[in-house]
């Protein structure tokens, strides 16, 4: 999928080991973080990952570890598009990333809450945000429920679910 042949909307099915989720994805308002997340849901990279860290009332994140806390290796980082309007509210999707704006890779965060700290303010180190590019249509119980695991410290990691919640498939069910 180029940017000029991008649909107006993408819908993914993220099935997990708690259930399944349905996220509507934006390529018109974040053209290149569509662009990068479904090259990897097409090359099925998120299979066996898992959500590694959940912050009730915060967000849950995924899309780079094994079950073993074993880190992917990762396609290369990605321009940040955060300053695309969209803002970071319960249920949206945003690409996880570094201190530096532009790292995002393949890690992802589903907010748990309306967490407008991390919206853009402006092309600096401290403005640029958290680039949001869908949201949340079907599965709120299941979000929620992941957002209300047990949580520890593992392989350095803080934050990480006691028991894995397992991403076991994300798929491509609608591009229109």
Not at 167 to 173: A, N, P
Request: net charge negative; proline share 4%; charged share 25%.
């Amino acid at each position: 999928m180029t940017e000029a042949t991008a649909p107006k909307t993408v819908v993914v099915e993220i099935n997990t080991n708690r259930g399944a989720m349905k996220l509507e994805l934006y390529p018109e308002k974040a053209p290149k973080t569509v662009a990068n997340f479904v090259e990897y849901v097409k090359s099925d990279f998120f299979s066996q990952t898992i959500f590694h860290r959940v912050i009730p009332g915060f967000m849950i994140q995924g899309g780079g570890f094994t079950e073993d806390m074993e880190q992917k290796r990762n396609n290369k980082q990605i321009e940040n598009e955060a300053d695309n309007g969209l803002k970071n509210t319960l249920g949206s999707i945003a690409m996880a990333r570094t201190s530096d704006p532009h790292s995002a890779t393949s890690q992802f965060f589903i907010n748990l809450a309306d967490n407008g700290f991390l919206n853009y303010k402006s092309k600096t180190m401290q403005g640029w945000g958290y680039c949001v590019f869908g949201n949340l249509i079907e599965g709120k119980d299941v979000l929620q429920a992941i957002g209300q695991v047990p949580t520890g410290n593992r392989r350095g990691h803080q934050d990480v679910p006691r028991e894995n919640v397992v991403i076991e498939s994300v798929k491509i069910i609608e591009a229109e």
